[in-house]
Every structure is written in structure tokens, then in C-alpha cells.
């Protein structure tokens, strides 16, 4: 491989670059734990980062040291109730963090303030070298205007870091704000990259444009990763996250670091219950329903709760959901202080630090307001009086108690009627699902995450190349930027391929993968390697056919819905490598198989009755022929060789070809991987044999790059010509070879030698 080569694939990588600085690992506070000091080198020399660490795992700790070691002027945004225990947590490491409310507070003699999320138009973010998102996941749940404005304010900020707990896999809405807010990537294009889009529209907003974008923006579930893009997804996601929900996950010693037993128990209440509009209970169908039943309940859950409350002496928190709930809560049972959203500040800060000294025996509070950063290890008892939907909510109010450095076993309670059983259930039912996707994200970003941890690049997919030969082609497999090398200058006599487009983790992960390129760029400045061989190897006044089509805009990867010139973009490239322009042949497509085959709305008839402006004709194939400069030495004679007259050229001459069949194709199906996200297209047999009956003569050489499964090679030999084809895939190049086995005993003249390894090979494959 070329140093050129290898220099332009590192950057097809997909990894966020290091923007930080290097720290010496003595320099880190030795309170820390080792895992937790590779960690704050590893975001300080990344400089944009994120952690996602279960709670308890210090991600307090590890946002101090990376903000003092930085030397920056630094502003940790947190939710109001975890912002002064930050400041608590800061001074076990000799840190001063000042807590203010604008800019106006901040002092050019100090560099480490904390504020809440509420105040962060208060700033002039321009004033501070790094920021820290303290229970980032809060991303996730702000309103969009909010969460927007944040990320334009940091976005001068260089350094930035992410603290929340592990976020599950598939919520690509979480993992995509933080790639947003941390510069790395837009949602959009992460989207774009990694995901394959469901069946409804949303739209988001990005650097000022909407996006009409298809899915869910709620929990990720109306998208799923592509196939072949896993590996590349959780190979970038490592490059700028680190996920751990426990130590020895990256390999560490779990000693400390291990949680108590966690006790739940739940206690179901039975009532008499009929909504108003009802004849009988019929189940819960809504919000509201759900709502309704919990308030009618409450009373009768209320004897539960004093029962098992005021009959301890152990400290207790209470998730209420209701305000109804919190007062009457509060007004039954003994010592116990409330604290509701509408509370003043320093009301809610000092009844939080009451209640982790042990001066409030039972706490009141809904999980928006308590549930999210708290450090509440000094009680192991909770009770959930009702419960909704959100497994988050649970997860959240759960780890305030169960942490690691609990000592005690938490006991869980959760009081419900017994018409809110499937509640219960259901939240039960994500968990289970949840720590499963967990397990499944550590296991799949281990490798890579050790890696970025050792500051060590990691292996990737491992890349194969063959040579099988024929009685008239040799089949190569292999990336042509590379293979192409081996050919001889001047030594082709036509070209015919179909270059794929940039259509990202479809039918590999590899980055010598000319359609895994992130945007046009990228794409032509790879592709520009293939125009550049093929014109060394061809010979002078000789062409290469290229098959090309106009590209749909995709509203998730493009901002819009239209079309692209892709053709238009070829030809410039072609030329910008010394080929001529010399012609272009269109090809004839039925609409309605292309309207059944990618159901684009614009060909639909009922997208005509509908609205004729988002209306359009079908994409029509475009054969795009170059020249290469120089004098043709072999005179091409299609008549003399009897495959052209006259008639033939008039028809094909208009430069519209008519008649060929769009399933005029060699068998594709069994080259598809199970991992492939769609078919290969290969190109038709009638389209290939018009450019190589019009180009080249008999027994001369004709080259595809693209070999795909073979077709233009199988053309050239059953037209009497010798076929060059070069396959980056595997298993497209194990069909290709099986079809010109095939093609050689149909039709070229096969010798016993030949008939021998055909029959071996078949053998090998059976």
C-alpha cells in the first residue's frame, strides 16, 4: 500500500480526534481510584468527551480533576439539587468550586463555578475554556429550544465533558445530543451513518436548519443500527465515550466497587374502582386513566405506607408522583420533610444535605426533583407510592440509595392498587430488557474502549485478497486502489463497471469501501484513486463505460429531499484525472417497477393526485463514456466483426438505449450477507454487451474494477473477449468466480485442465 493510500484510508477512520492535552497520570489526585485516574487522562488528552459511568462510580471526582488538571476556566452546568453536593464532593480533593448564578458572579480570580441548567442564558460562555455537563442525560429530557441553545453556547468552548450514567444502546437520541453538544457529530449525520430510519417523520433541528427526519425521537426505538455499521458505530462512540458500569468491565479490580443486595418487595392494595364514564373497570388506557386511578387510590395506599414507615427508625425516602400524594404523604407520617418543585432553592438544597447528615429521618420529594445525581448513601429504605411508566424515573430513584459504597442492604417498596399491577410489570419488563442492552453495549465497546484507554489504536476488520484464473479471466480479490497496481500500463482495452455510491455500511464495514464514505468528499477523493489506475493501465484512445444514475437527497442525510447530479460529478472528476469526456448513453427504466421497487413517492400515483409538485420522472441510467488521450494503435470494428450494422447503430445512436430488460441480470440473490441491508444491483447483461460489442474486438481485454458478482467479466467471455475483475467482498467474489466457471464452459473453449479445476472447486464448495 502507498504511503499516499494508507494516509488518505486513516482518515475515512471514524474516530474524533484528540483536541486536549497530555497528562503526566502522577500529576492526578491520589484519592482516585486507578480506573478513575486513567479515565481523567483519557478525557483531558481527548478534550472533548464523555463519561458514562453507572453512579457510584465517581464521575464527580473525575469532572474535578479533568477540569483542574485542564487549568481552564471552567463552568459545570448541574441540576439544582446535585450542584452545592458538588461543591461538598470538590473540597474532599482540596477543590474550591463556587456556585453562581451569572456571569456577574463569576471573579477573574478564581477558575472552577458551578451553576444549574436552569441559568445558563445568564453566561457569556466566551469567557470560559471548558464546560462540564453534570447529569448530562438531562440532554435528553430539556425542551428542544433549551437543549439547542446550550449547545450553541459551548460551541466556542474548547474543552467540554459529559458525566451521566450508562446510557442503554439503542437510545441513539441520548448518544446523539451528547455527539452534538461535544462537536463530534450532528444527530442528523450520526443518524445517517449508523442508522437505518423507521416508518415516521420528526423533525429536528441543527445548526439552524430543520430536518424532516424518520423515527422515533423518544427512546430510539424507530431506529436501528445498520447492519454493518455496528462495528464502526461502537468503534466511533468509544473514540469519545467511555462506558462502564463496573470497573472490571475495562479490566479493573472490582474491589469497592461492589453493589449490596437490593431488596424489592411490592405490596398491592386492593380497591373498588369505576371511572365515571364506565359501567366497570375495563384497564388503564392513557395517561389520564392512569392518573385518575392513582388519585382515587390514595387513601387507601396511605395505611400501607404509615404502616410500614412509622414503624421504623431508619431513615426513608419517599417518590411521590402526585402533589396530592407528597402533602398527604408528608402529613402522615412522623418527621417527615417535604420538598416540591416550587420550593425555594435554598430550601431544597438544605433539606438534601439535612437528609444525607441524618437530620431529616423521612424525605418527600417527587424523582424530577430528588431523583437525578443525588448522593443519598446515608439511607438504604425507599418507597415508590405509585409508580408510572418511566423506567428511567425507577433506574434513577433506585441509585440514589443503591451505589457503590452502600454498605446495607436497599430495601425497594412500592405501593400500588391492585388495578396498577401492569405498571409494575411493564416496569419490570424494561428493566430486565435494559440491563440486557447494557451488558450487550460494555461487551461490544470493550475492546476498542481499552484501546482509547491505553491510548492505543485498535485492530480493524481483517482484509483479504485472491487471485482465481480461467480459461479467459482472472477474477482478483481485493481493493482496486491497490490491485489495479498489479496490472501492466497500457494494457486494457475497455473498461465497463458500476461504481457504487455513497450508501454508507450497506454491503461492508470496511473503509476501503468506496461507498463507505461519510460525504461527497470524501467519496471522490477515494474514487479518484480508481479513475487515476485505470487510466494508467488503459490503452491510449481507448474508453471506459461507467454506470451511473442521478442520487436521491435524503432529508436525514442531506437536510432536503431532491435529486443529485451524480453523473455531473463524475465527469468532472474523470476529467480532473486526464480522461475525456467522449459520450452518454441513457437507459430506459420502467417507473412503476421503480416506484414498487423503492417506493419514492414522487413516482406514486397517488403522490400525483395528491400534489404534482413533489412529482418527478423516474431516475434513468446513465452509461457515461471517456476517452483516454492518445491515438487508438488497434482499429475497433464492430461491423467488419459482424456484431454491429447499420440499423443497430441508428437505434443505438439516438443515445436513448431501448429494450433492455432491468432483470436482464446474473443470479444476485445468494451473494447477499445476512448483514447486508440491501440486494446488490448488478448491472444488465444487455447494457454491458452494448458497450463491449461498441468498444472493443474480440479476444481483447476488458477490465471491471467493480467485479461485484461478475457480470461484465461473464460478458466479456461469452462475447469472445479475455476479462479482468477486481471484488472488495468476500462473498460477492466467491459468486463472481462460481459465474465465470460457468461462463468459460458456455461459452469459451474450455480445455480438460479447465473442465478439472471446475469440477474440483464445485467440490470444494459442496
Sequence with gaps: MSKEYESFLATKHRRARSTGVIIERDAINPILFEFQKDIVAWAAHKGRAAVFLDTGLGKTFIQLEWARLLDANTLIIAPLSVARQTVREAHKLGIEVRYVREQADVAPDHRMWITNYEMIGEFDFSQFGAVVLDESSILKAIDGSTRRKLIRLCRPVPYRLCCTATPAPNDNIEIGNHAEFLGIATMPEMLATFFINANHEHTYYSDGKSYRVKGSNKGGQEWRLKHHGEQPFFEWLSSWAITMTKPSDLGYDDDGFILPPLNIEAHFVKVDYTPDDQLMFTGLHGVGDRAAVRDSTIEARLDVLSEIVNGSTEQWIIWTGLQRESDLVTASLDGAVEVKGNDDPEHKVRAFEAFQDGEIRVLVTKPRIGGFGMNFQNAHNMIFFGLNDS????????????????????????????????????????????????????????????????????????????????????????????????????????????????????????????????????????????????????????????????????????????????????????????????????????????????????????????????????????????????????????????????????????????????????????????????????????????????????????????????????????????????????????????????????????????????????????
Design 391 to 766: 423506567w428511567e424515573a425507577w433506574y434513577q430513584c433506585i441509585r440514589r440509595e443503591w451505589r457503590y459504597g452502600q454498605t446495607d442492604t436497599v430495601n425497594v417498596h412500592i405501593i400500588l392498587s391492585n388495578l396498577e399491577a401492569g405498571i409494575y410489570q411493564n416496569v419490570l419488563r424494561k428493566d430486565v430488557m435494559a440491563k440486557r442492552l447494557r451488558e450487550g453495549l460494555v461487551e461490544r465497546v470493550r475492546e476498542y474502549e481499552n484501546g482509547e484507554i491505553k491510548m492505543q489504536e485498535t485492530s480493524r476488520s481483517a482484509y483479504q485478497t485472491d487471485t482465481v484464473t480461467g480459461n479467459e479471466w482472472t477474477a482478483m480479490l481485493g481493493d482496486s486502489c491497490e490491485r489495479l497496481k498489479e496490472l501492466e500500463p497500457d494494457s486494457i482495452d475497455l473498461s465497463v463497471y458500476s461504481p457504487p455510491f455513497a450508501d454508507l455500511y450497506t454491503y461492508t464495514d470496511s473503509e476501503r469501501d468506496l461507498g463507505n464514505s461519510r460525504d461527497h468528499q470524501e467519496f471522490f477523493g477515494h474514487y479518484s484513486y480508481i479513475i487515476r489506475e485505470v487510466l494508467r493501465v488503459t490503452k491510449p484512445g481507448r474508453l471506459t463505460c461507467v454506470h451511473t444514475s442521478d442520487v436521491p437527497a435524503m432529508a436525514a442525510r442531506d437536510g432536503y429531499i431532491g435529486i443529485k447530479d451524480f453523473p455531473g460529478d463524475v465527469i468532472r472528476a474523470y476529467e480532473a484525472e486526464g480522461w475525456i469526456f467522449f459520450g452518454r448513453a441513457f437507459v430506459q427504466k420502467n417507473p412503476q417497477a421503480q416506484a414498487i421497487r423503492t417506493k419514492a413517492k414522487g413516482l406514486l400515483f397517488v403522490q400525483l393526485r395528491k400534489d404534482s409538485s413533489d412529482s418527478r420522472p423516474a431516475l434513468i441510467d446513465q452509461i457515461l463514456i471517456f476517452k483516454k488521450p492518445g491515438d487508438n494503435a488497434v482499429p475497433i470494428m464492430p461491423v467488419e466483426n459482424g456484431e454491429m450494422d447499420n440499423e443497430r447503430w441508428i437505434e443505438w445512436a439516438h443515445g436513448i438505449w431501448l429494450g433492455i430488460q432491468e432483470t436482464d441480470t446474473l443470479q444476485y440473490q445468494e451473494a447477499r450477507d445476512t448483514d447486508d441491508e440491501k440486494h446488490i444491483c448488478p448491472l444488465q447483461l444487455g447494457t454491458i454487451e452494448r458497450c463491449v460489442r461498441l468498444y472493443s474486438n474480440p479476444g481483447e481485454t476488458v477490465l471491471s474494477p467493480f467485479m461485484g458478482i461478475g457480470s461484465e467479466v461473464y460478458t466479456a467471455v461469452k462475447l469472445g473477449r479475455k476479462g479482468i475483475g477486481i471484488e472488495l467482498k468476500p462473498s460477492y467474489f466467491e459468486l463472481a468466480v462460481r459465474n465465470l466457471e460457468y461462463a468459460s464452459i458456455e461459452y469459451a473453449t474450455p480445455t480438460l485442465f479447465d473442465f478439472a479445476s471446475i469440477a474440483a472447486q464445485e467440490a470444494t464448495h459442496d
